[in-house]
Structure formats: structure tokens, C-alpha cells
């Protein structure tokens, strides 16, 4: 093997270590289609609907993906894909820090807005994941990544990506929003013994999207092992929901919420963990 790598030339060895990592995202340029399904894809088409296409605005290369929303007999259906051919993911067999990707956006209304998602797993356990919304406008190409927190030292088997596009409050008029997306890659691999995948403070985001309907995700983070609460109140101080109450080690987690039987307004999410205490508004659409 020494003798081997001795007589490659650098440049060579270092794009055939760069395709080696893309390669494990498929179709990962979105050059490969088969009509209008992306190969080793999963788009959310139908036999009458179409919502992903193949365009020739790329990042690179001839070809990358467009995602839409369409309004149907009234209802807003969200545009989506998922990476693997049943929309299960694909096979890894490292661990990385974060997934890489260009996309424009296109909005037809204000509220319209992306969900990015990557999760990994070793079988049939969720290990890690990421989670990024976008809202803003992007008529030229934008680099962006996805952040991989780990709540395990294992090494995954497997992993999913999935775009949706949708709007925040389900307006019909967000009907031809669209993303366009291009050039996967996987960033470098995280050895297992050179991470901290505790976070170092006592955090509770902003839920996203907001305002909602039918539901949304709410993120925290604990820097140590604590009885940890996560409970809804509405604007007047009456609890409506609780979605956590357990012990759980220092880690980011992500919940969420769907309050089906709840009007609408401005509810109250309040995160406590020992003696720390934090709350956010959101405000729910029905």
C-alpha cells in the first residue's frame, strides 16, 4: 500500500479522496434522472402531481433539482425529497460533521420557507442529527451547511437527507415557491475520539417555523445530566402541554409540537432543568 500511494502525484490523491466522500451521498449532483425522478431519490410526485423536476440551472455539472409547492383542490401540499430510493437513506460507514449543499430559493409569498434535515443511525437508533429552516429569498446560488450533533460515539450505518418546502401558514398563494439544489457532499469525518458532543450551556431556541400550523419544532440543549421539563402554557398561565419530563444526559435534543386541540394565539414554552429556567413565545395559527 506505501508503495502504491508513494508513486500517486498529490492532486491526484487528493481527488480521489474527495470523490470517495461525495460518493457516499447518492446521485449527489444531481446528473442522474429518470424522467422527473432524480435517481437513488425519493420525490414526493404522484401520477398526477409533479413536484420535483430536473433543471438546467445547475450549480455545477447539467442538471440539479427543483423542489416546489403546489396548491391542490385548495390545500397546500409541501414539496419534498428524500435521499435513498425508498426515502430510508443510504448506507455510510463514517461519521461526519455536517452536510454540504448549494440551493436558490424562490418565493412566492413571505411566510414560504425550507426545512433541511439530516439524521444518521447505527440499525434501528437515531444517533445523530440536523436540522436547518430557511426563509430568505435566494435568487443566485447559496453554499450551505448542516451541522451533525451527535448524541452517541458510534459510528452510523446509515443516513437520510430530506428537503420540504412549505409555508408557515399553509397560504395557497405560496403555491410555486420553489428550491433549487445541487452538489451534496458530506464535510470531513469526526473520529469518535476527537469530539465533544456535549454542548457547554443551557439553551432553548427559538421554535421553528413560527408562527405554525399543524405543528413545530422545538430544540434545547443541556450541558449536564438533569431532570429536564418542557412544558406549553398559554397567555394566561394555564399549562396545555407537556412534552418533556425525564432525566436526560447533557445533549441537544429536538421536540415536537402539534396542538391539535388547542385555538388559536401565543402560547408559552418554558424549559427547566435543575434549578435553570428559560421561556420563549410562539405563536400558533389554526
Keep these: 500500500m506505501k508503495t502504491f500511494f508513494g508513486k500517486l502525484k498529490f492532486p491526484f490523491f487528493i481527488l480521489l479522496l474527495s470523490t470517495s466522500i461525495m460518493a457516499q451521498i447518492p446521485n449527489n449532483s444531481m446528473e442522474e434522472w429518470s424522467g422527473d425522478v432524480p435517481a437513488n431519490w425519493l420525490p414526493g410526485n404522484s401520477e398526477d402531481y409533479t413536484f420535483v423536476t430536473p433543471i438546467t440551472d445547475p450549480h455545477s455539472g447539467s442538471f440539479a433539482a427543483k423542489i416546489e409547492t403546489k396548491a391542490i383542490n385548495g390545500v ?11 426515502g430510508s437513506g443510504f448506507p455510510v460507514s463514517q461519521r461526519y460533521n455536517q452536510v454540504s449543499l448549494y440551493y436558490k430559493f424562490h418565493k412566492t409569498v413571505s411566510t414560504a420557507y425550507i426545512t433541511f434535515s439530516v439524521g444518521v443511525k447505527k440499525g434501528e437508533d437515531g444517533i445523530g442529527a440536523g436540522v436547518v429552516g430557511i426563509n430568505a429569498h435566494a435568487d443566485q446560488y447559496v453554499a450551505l451547511n448542516i451541522p451533525i450533533h451527535y448524541i452517541t460515539n458510534d459510528i452510523p450505518d446509515r443516513a437520510i437527507i430530506t428537503i420540504i418546502i412549505t409555508d408557515q401558514t399553509l397560504n395557497t398563494a405560496a403555491s410555486g415557491s420553489y428550491v433549487e439544489v445541487d452538489d451534496f457532499s458530506f464535510d470531513p469525518v ?27 419544532a422545538i430544540k434545547y440543549s443541556v450541558p449536564e445530566t438533569e431532570n429536564v421539563t418542557l412544558k406549553v402554557y398559554d397567555i394566561i398561565g394555564n399549562e396545555v402541554a407537556t412534552l418533556v419530563n425525564e432525566s436526560k444526559p447533557a445533549g441537544d435534543y429536538e421536540v415536537n ?9 401565543i402560547y408559552i414554552y418554558r424549559l427547566q432543568a435543575g434549578s435553570q429556567i428559560l421561556t420563549r413565545k410562539m405563536t400558533y395559527l389554526k
Excluded at 257 to 265: D, I, R
Design 76 to 86: 397546500l401540499i409541501p414539496g419534498i425529497i428524500s435521499a435513498g430510493v425508498d
Design 257 to 265: 409540537f402539534s396542538p391539535a386541540n388547542l385555538s388559536s394565539g
Design 190 to 216: 469526526s473520529g469518535v475520539g476527537d469530539e465533544n458532543n456535549s454542548p457547554n450551556k443551557f439553551e432553548l431556541q427559538q421554535n421553528f417555523p413560527n408562527p405554525f400550523n399543524p405543528s413545530t
